[in-house]
């Protein structure tokens, strides 16, 4: 998976060629010192090149795939025939919400200049912050089609865990730390937390921040039902836990699975609230919420639909946790959740 992110299949020279003519004029090469044709990286929507202006800017070009836009909505309807047809999700489960949202998304992710904003509403927001770098958003060499940033010296997010434990813990708290300010100080994230969207500088232990394509301003009701949420969780309060897991949809009220479905919750803090510290290198929370996740798929629990807001951040929480988990950390988790819900 690790060199898929980096390794996809790219476009040849002349195609390259032929998008960045039409971004940037035929003339572009005038400006340039020099122009690496072979990416550094290469993924499913556009590849990574590194260059240096005439102007001595040295610069990441990521460079959209030709027509990949206009293949989304078929692409994502074929996905959805496959999912249907593979039988893993129960007949009468709705698929349709969650297809749109992911056409939606895949659409706001092709759009660059949509991205550089968001990539300097990020920097503006961790101006100051020491543990973070993220790429200058260059508009003048930028497009639609075409994101121009400076580049950022960094090696994969993974090679941390062969650092000291100190060092794994903090970086796995900055990034936990970072995730909890974009809920509840921020109102904005960067719902994406594939490993490849974070590097690590041995030099000076700064954490490249990367690809804001998929960053998105949150719902308030969402922010707070998780205030709410985890604040009955860290008190132990059942009456307003029920209450918020409502709020969120997580459960419906009066189902059938409620009661295990909180019993997972319940779980979870437990596991936050047993120690000053939760070592995430422990796998038998993991182990437990996966055990009780299948007996629930085999008796025909369907999950209820939930705000797509509530769906992303579950998507950041859970790669925070995987990354925590890959860097074998121990963080004062419970501190870093009461800082911003009680």
Known sequence: MARLRYQAHFMPPKQLRDVLNRAWGADWRKSFKSFNVRPIAAASIGQVHRATLKDGRDVSIKVQYPGIARSIDSDVANVATLVRMSGLLPQSFDLAPYI????????????????GQYMRCFADLLQGDEAFKIPEFYADWSTPEVLTMSF?????????????????????????????????????????????????????GKIGLLDFGAARALQPSAIDGYVDLLRAGLLEDGAALRKAAIQLKLIEGDGPFDDRILGMIRSVFEAILSANEFDFSDLTLSHRLNKESMA???????????????????????????????????????????????
């Open 100 to 115: 749109q949202e992911a056409r939606s998304q895949l659409h706001e992710e092709t759009d660059y200049e949509r991205e």
């Open 152 to 204: 950022l010296e960094g090696r994969p997010i993974e090679a941390v865990s062969d650092a000291t434990s100190e060092e794994r813990n903090r970086v796995s708290e900055a990034l936990v730390n970072l995730t909890l300010r974009e809920v509840f100080e921020f109102g904005m994230m960067q719902s994406d937390p594939n490993f490849a969207n974070y590097r690590y500088n041995p030099s000076n």
């Open 296 to 342: 629930l798929v085999e008796v025909g629990y369907i999950p209820p639909q939930v705000p797509m807001d509530v769906l992303y951040l579950q998507r950041k929480i859970g790669g925070m946790f995987l990354l925590a988990t890959r860097l074998n950390a121990s963080l004062p988790v419970k501190m870093l959740l009461e800082k911003y819900v009680i």
